[in-house]
Nanobody
Framework: QVQLVESGGGLVQAGGSLRLSCAAS????????MGWYRQAPGKQRELVAA???????NYADSVKGRFTISRGNAKITVYLQMNSLKPEDTALYYC???????????WGKGTLVTVSS
């Protein structure tokens, strides 16, 4: 069992920056992929960014070049640095951990990001 808690969301003007954090309840040593998803009002949840145990990253085309995902050294945290925010980035952002071998997923409750124009 892994509990995930997101933080760092808030209200920001277009062009501004936010740094989201996800804290896991314990260190994660199994092969896994950690990622950030978001769901905007009236839209389906989408993958924003992901990072593997080896440090390989993947980004949605809409955020590539603006967002950066990274892991903490203690294998407990994952971050999402968001720069040059746009109103279209407004959404509830969820942290996710996927265990590759067991095909299991854990989700946080989400943190709200609102970008005003």
């Amino acid at each position: 069992q892994v509990q995930l808690v997101e933080s760092g969301g808030g209200l920001v003007q277009a062009g501004g920056s936010l740094r989201l954090s996800c804290a896991a309840s314990r260190s994660i040593f199994s092969r896994n992929v950690m990622g950030w998803y978001r769901q905007a009002p009236g839209k389906q949840r989408e993958l924003v960014a992901a990072i593997t145990s080896d440090g390989n990253t993947n980004y949605a085309d809409s955020v590539k070049g603006r967002f950066t995902i990274s892991r903490g050294n203690a294998k407990i945290t994952v971050y999402l640095q968001m720069n040059s925010l746009k109103p279209e980035d407004t959404a509830l952002y969820y942290c996710n951990v996927h265990f590759t071998g067991a095909s299991m997923d854990y989700w946080g409750k989400g943190t709200l990001v609102t970008v005003s124009s």
